[in-house]
Nanobody, 123 residues
Framework: VQLQASGGGSVQAGGSLRLSCAATGSTDSSYAIAWFRQAPGKEREFVAVIRPNYATYYTDSLKGRFTISRDNAKNTVYLQMNSLKSEDTAVYYC??????????????????WGQGTQVTVSS
């Protein structure tokens, strides 16, 4: 499975961005696709995941601002980010894996990773 993340960029605080994660290769709809992010000097943190049954989970602090969705026909997962804040500045990575509910927020649960896309929010 190869993952290609795109859609990052620079935006002012309060603005919006939509990230895309396109999956190619040996893909099927049984993979959960997640977004993680890593800010400079910080550990990679879980953002959101969408499971094959379209169930979604978010890190609590981002609920209401970020929305994850998937289009299985296009093998693409999206992360809509609204009301962006300077603390959202990070490299955003998408990841794929066959996960169970108790492990979705751990990076080690995902075997495939995209290259990352930079999001910069200026205040």
């Amino acid at each position: 499975v190869q993952l290609q993340a795109s859609g990052g960029g620079s935006v002012q605080a309060g603005g919006s961005l939509r990230l895309s994660c396109a999956a190619t290769g040996s893909t099927d709809s049984s993979y959960a696709i997640a977004w993680f992010r890593q800010a400079p000097g910080k550990e990679r943190e879980f953002v959101a995941v969408i499971r094959p049954n379209y169930a979604t989970y978010y890190t609590d602090s981002l609920k209401g601002r970020f929305t994850i969705s998937r289009d299985n026909a296009k093998n693409t997962v999206y992360l809509q980010m609204n009301s962006l804040k300077s603390e959202d500045t990070a490299v955003y990575y998408c990841a794929a894996g066959r996960i169970i509910t108790s492990t979705y927020r751990y990076a080690r649960s995902y075997g495939y990773w995209g290259q990352g896309t930079q999001v910069t929010v200026s205040s």
